[in-house]
């Protein structure tokens, strides 16, 4: 296997769902397999995002799981099953600040009680964020200053 821009993205999207859910990537099969299909399972089993989020996570907060509904899409673009449709680092760079700047709930928004659908995996594609100014960084939001 030839190692390329697009594993990494990979690599990185299977990151942001270790820190997000607090899970390893790799579990026993009786308890879900690898990460990835583990969250896409769950998606499709119509679990709440929620019950999804690591549990030392203050979901109470509904901008911390505002943001982490964001990120939860994300790196699931970024994991999506064909590599020509992941996005690049650098778009990946821009989702992960818009996301940060997206703090205000809107009606079209993720909800905790939400399941997730796929992001959308067309070549070229971005995951669109709304962006909103705000003056509170939740806990996620501090974590990826640091990453970027």
Excluded at 112 to 124: D, H, I, Q, Y
Aim: with cysteine.
């Amino acid at each position: 296997m030839k190692v390329t821009e697009k594993c990494d993205i990979y690599s990185f999207g299977v990151v942001l769902l270790e820190l997000i859910t607090g899970k390893p990537p790799v579990q026993p099969l009786e308890q879900g397999g690898d990460l990835v299909n583990w969250v896409r399972r769950s998606i499709r089993n119509m679990i709440p995002t929620i019950e999804m989020f690591d549990a030392r996570l203050d979901t109470n907060d509904k901008r911390t799981v505002h943001e982490m509904s964001l990120v939860l899409k994300i790196a699931l673009f970024c994991t999506s099953n064909s590599p020509a449709s992941r996005p690049t680092m650098r778009e990946v760079v821009a989702m992960i600040t818009e996301a940060r700047g997206s703090s205000s709930l809107s009606s079209s928004s993720i909800t905790s009680e939400t399941p997730l659908e796929e992001a959308n995996s067309s070549k070229g594609m971005y995951l669109h964020i709304h962006t909103h100014t705000h003056t509170h960084f939740s806990a996620i939001s501090e974590l990826f200053a640091i990453l970027i």
